[in-house]
């Protein structure tokens, strides 16, 4: 079978990224990875916090054995920061570390995984309100830029930043950030955070672009909207689709984890039809909530005391 051929766009950083990405929040089995490449996917997003850097390092090997790729830049590999590493010294370390963890030479994007600093000896996502210390943006991103200009990362960029903190990041760069990953699906447009990344040319890469369905922390409001399965309906294409067509139509990327070979089939198959407007007006009237609200980076006497605070009050 012929994979499937994924549009790509080109970064503020001149490099190409396939405009779909296939997520790894969860460790996929062994094989689903290779089924994407097979497929047609060819960008894989993974996060040091994820413990899926190994899995994917392993998929890049396998499919150059197999013969499904013929060489590692067919392959575009996204890693991010976490909060523990987020300070100058330790940012450098940290990419290495994912480098070594992906059998790699290089990430073609490596991104700040949120504007949060944790302490050091944080494990996981196992922490509490005082663990959050302050987070100098201008001193990481520094780091970052050296991650670049060494090669270890061939563009760099940041991940749910809101646009106080992206106005600050950017007076203080020397290299703009190419991408801001931000959760992004129909039941949440971020239009406003859209408009200001279009105009300092930082393309939007979108997580939970169905909505975190059937997630601990998820919700039902993509899967089993009304508006979303009428217009699914009509058009003869599965609700996924639709979601995800509409993330492609507002030039952003979305980032699609499904470890089901037919859904996985599916949701790579947007590319070659089109929303009409009064279907794009329908899913404008979709009701919006942010989902993942990430409270627990919010404390008295942290630095962020308010969702407001984090989220640059876009909540």
Known sequence: MEAKKVPEVVLNSGKKMPTIGFGTGTIPPPQTLLDAIDIGYRHFDTASVYNTE???GQAVSKSLELGLI??????????????TDAHHDLVLPALKNTLKKLGLEYV????IHWPVRLKQDVEGINFKGED??????????????????????KSIGVSNFGIKKLSTLLENAKIPPAVNQVEMNPSWHQGK???FCKQKGIHVSAWSPLGGYKLSWGSSAVMENSILREIAEVKKKSVAQIALRWIHEQGASPIVKSFNKERMRQNIEIFDWELKQEELDKINLIRQCR????????????????LEELWDGDV
């Open 54 to 56: 190994e899995p994917v």
């Open 70 to 83: 013929k060489n590692r830049d067919e392959l575009f590999i996204t890693s991010k920061l976490w909060c």
């Open 108 to 111: 073609d994007l490596y991104l």
């Open 132 to 153: 959050v210390i302050p987070f100098d943006i201008k001193e990481t991103w520094e780091a970052m830029e050296d991650c670049y200009r060494l090669g270890l990362a």
């Open 193 to 195: 955070l859209r408009e």
């Open 291 to 306: 989902l993942l609200k990430a409270e627990l980076f919010v404390s008295d006497n942290g630095p962020y005391k308010s």
